[in-house]
């Protein structure tokens, strides 16, 4: 079975600043990773996904995230966030083995302010 | 391309009826379904897997005879919520994948908000 640990429930950052959020798993098998964003009343949209190869892995609207196996970790980083990036951030794991059913943190809301 | 549509977005029901939510996949043909309920400021749970004429598996914990899932075709699954109570208002979201691969991605629909009175 897979867990996935999202610390943070809520981020409040101004805008132009840098932001972490911050992702743990734990998992018994090799895992892909994801990160996902919802909208209000949208349904999710994926941001990156960590599947093999470089562990900086680089996403939409100028996203990127680091997985780290040591630290079993994927963060997600934004060098210079904006308003618009005011949302729902889920992390999210399937095993490697066999099948795409994903396990979801708990989500962080990231607050953009001017 | 990859778009997911659910309808309703929205509907309020009152208790001991049954509502039906459809999840459509508008440009590709979806092998397998998911079906995942939201509470608020919570997490996403995985309800069933659905593929394409079979019966659908049930995550531990959902019971099938309430929440009953369709997948008729590639493109579209139904989940019916049969004889609702207050308790099964929540956010229904739907995802759809071409293939059960776990690299294959899965493409999210806008979700269904459901209030039971």
């Known amino acids: 079975a897979q867990s996935v640990t999202q610390l943070d429930s809520q981020v409040p950052v101004f805008e132009e600043a840098p932001v972490e959020l911050r992702c743990n798993y734990s998992?018994?098998?090799?895992?892909?990773l994801f990160w996902y964003v919802q909208y209000p009343n949208q349904g999710l949209q994926l941001l990156l996904k960590?599947?093999?190869?470089?562990?900086l892995v680089k996403g939409i609207n100028g996203f990127e995230a680091e997985f780290n196996k040591s630290q079993t970790s994927f963060h997600l980083r934004k060098p210079s966030v904006h308003i618009s990036d005011t949302a729902e951030y889920f992390c999210?794991?399937?095993?490697?083995?066999?099948?795409?059913?994903?396990?979801f943190g708990t989500g962080t809301q990231l607050k953009v302010e001017l | 391309g990859a778009v997911v549509s659910q309808h309703p977005s929205w509907v309020i029901c009152k208790s001991g009826t049954s509502v039906k939510i459809e999840c459509r996949s508008l440009d590709f043909q979806a092998t397998t379904m998911f079906w995942y309920r939201q509470f608020p400021k919570q997490s996403l749970m995985l309800m069933a897997t659905s593929n394409e004429g079979s019966k659908a598996t049930y995550e531990q914990g959902v019971e099938k005879d309430k929440f009953l899932i369709n997948h008729a075709s590639l493109t579209l699954s139904t989940l019916t919520v049969t004889s609702a109570h207050p308790e099964d208002s929540s956010f229904y979201i739907c995802?759809?994948?071409?293939?059960?691969?776990?690299?294959?991605?899965?493409?999210f629909g806008p979700g269904t908000r459901l209030t039971v009175l």
């Open positions: 999210a794991v399937s095993p490697t083995g066999g099948g795409n059913k994903l396990t």
């Open positions: 998992s018994s098998v090799s895992v892909y």
């Open positions: 960590y599947l093999s190869g470089s562990t």
């Open positions: 995802s759809a994948s071409v293939g059960s691969n776990s690299y294959n991605e899965q493409f």
